[in-house]
């Protein structure tokens, strides 16, 4: 197996709505930006699936090392030496996958937290982070279109968030800022349950308003002249808003059930948000 088909499986196994935003980019970017979510989704399951916190971190440490070797242009895995032909064409820099790490560490740092400014560090390494780079990978000609990258990389993790705190809380994890949790006077085991009351309603519709207002300033920051050009952000920004009016629509009874999209809903959202995009490419 080469490096890209692993990179391939890897994404194709995930599920993603992610992966149905990249089928509509030229192959090179194809290439790139799949092998950057391979790589996001490797050093995340390191932290979701490695039982043991020390080895963990160890894992952690070797991505470390390992962003180093493939800087120095002599990666081992799989997924680095996929990404190894992609960091100048895109100017991918090595500073991004630092933070993307220290982000998955922060999962084994914390297991709630205070506040949301703390909660935006954590939101700034692990998805706008991400944006920053795939906003490289899909190509922009105004610096704004990083501004969008950074908002809409936090309306999706705020998203994520929400769609499953239930399955967070199962991991003993709490992403919702607890000063929040106080104000609306629920307790983070709560989230443990499958039960849904006003309180919860209250709170995760302030969660969603808060994810609203990100995506509402993303499209607003992205300039004109790259809306083709980020495509691929513009099509998960309407799947994952989508999936926001779901659960909104629900009645917010996220810890009850996971709300989610088919996949053929998915690439029907794909579809359209494209075949938009493109006719507005025309007529400019």
Not at 65 to 71: C, H, M, S, T
Not at 162 to 168: C, F, G, S
Not at 236 to 247: F, G, P, Q, S, W
Request: charged share 35%.
């Amino acid at each position: 197996m080469s490096p890209d088909e692993y990179c391939e499986e890897k994404a194709a196994k995930s599920g993603s709505s992610f992966y149905y935003a990249f089928r509509f980019l030229e192959d090179d970017r194809r290439r790139a930006i799949t092998a950057l979510y391979a790589f996001c989704r490797e050093v995340d399951d390191v932290v979701d699936e490695t039982s043991e916190e020390a080895v963990a971190r160890a894992k952690l440490d070797w991505w470390r090392g390992e962003i180093g070797r493939l800087y120095d242009g002599d990666p081992q895995h799989p997924i680095t030496r996929a990404l190894q032909p992609h960091l100048a064409p895109f100017d991918l820099g090595r500073e991004y996958f630092d933070e993307i790490i220290d982000g998955m560490q922060m999962d084994l740092d914390y297991d709630s937290y205070p506040d949301f400014t703390t909660l935006s560090l954590y939101c700034y390494r692990v998805a706008s982070v991400v944006g920053i780079l795939s906003a490289h990978i899909f190509g922009f000609t105004e610096r704004g279109t990083l501004k969008y990258a950074h908002d809409l990389g936090m309306a999706l993790q705020l998203t994520n968030i929400l769609r499953d705190v239930h399955e967070d809380a199962m991991r003993g994890r709490v992403y919702i800022p607890m000063d929040e949790l106080q104000k609306h006077g629920v307790r983070p085991e709560e989230f443990q349950r499958n039960l849904t009351d006003d309180r919860h309603r209250a709170l995760f519709a302030e969660q969603a308003e808060r994810a609203r207002r990100y995506y509402d300033k993303a499209e607003a920051e992205l300039p004109a002249a790259d809306r083709y050009a980020q495509r691929p952000g513009l099509i998960m920004a309407a799947i994952y808003r989508r999936l926001l009016d779901e659960i909104a629509d629900d009645g917010y009874r996220v810890l009850e059930h996971r709300v989610h999209l088919t996949p053929l809903r998915k690439l029907w959202i794909a579809w359209r948000t494209y075949r938009r995009l493109r006719r507005e490419r025309r007529r400019s």
